[in-house]
């Protein structure tokens, strides 16, 4: 046994089954009835954990994003320059999202459910841009060289999120990767 109890146990359980089941089907169809059969728990077991479908799929994109994070912390040079470090980042994001099983699933089938996710509506917990602005900003503010920012670190983790999500939502651009990457740097730095 490798320490995690039932709850953690079935709450991983829950969100690697509800990946698989949003990759496959999108969210549309997607239920927590759905969701705990699948996943062999009981229905109240789901309930629980997420309380709704809107807490399931921000439970799922917080992990996701904190995923997406740890990959970033493997490829990219941290410690480079602001504006470099925006543009690596940048640079990883849009390929890392492109091929994300359920970001691929909602952009070519329900890209609402993209839009929904990325912005607050309705008072929603469903925001990407602050979930992914938690992660960044503070790791902006924290920078010896966060002075050389043109903006604060939470609307330099706005641009950033924003632009990478436009560009992982329409597939065709005449500009590449690179280039968004250097628009970004030049956007948030001096």
Known sequence: ????TNATQSSSLLVDTALAMMAETGLDNLTLTELARRAGVSRA??????GDKDGLIAAVSKIEVARMVSAAY?????????????KDAVVFAIPYLRRHPVISRL???EPGWLIDV??????????L???????????????????????????AAEIA??????????????LTDEQVGDAVARAISR
Do not use: C, W
Not at 118 to 127: D, P, V, W
Not at 129 to 155: H, K, M, N, Y
Not at 161 to 174: A, E, M
């Open 107 to 109: 952009r070519d089938q």
């Open 129 to 155: 841009v602050e979930t992914v602005g938690t992660f960044i900003a503070p790791l902006l503010a924290a920078r010896d060289d966060s002075a050389t920012l043109a903006v604060s670190p939470v609307q």
């Open 1 to 4: 046994m490798t320490g995690m």
């Open 161 to 174: 999120v924003r632009t990478v999500l436009s560009h992982v939502l329409i597939k065709r651009s005449s």
């Open 74 to 86: 493997l490829e990219i040079d941290m410690f480079a320059p602001v504006g470099q470090l925006a």
């Open 45 to 50: 077991t789901a309930y629980r954990e997420f």
């Open 118 to 127: 990325a912005i607050e509506h309705e008072g929603s917990e469903l925001n």
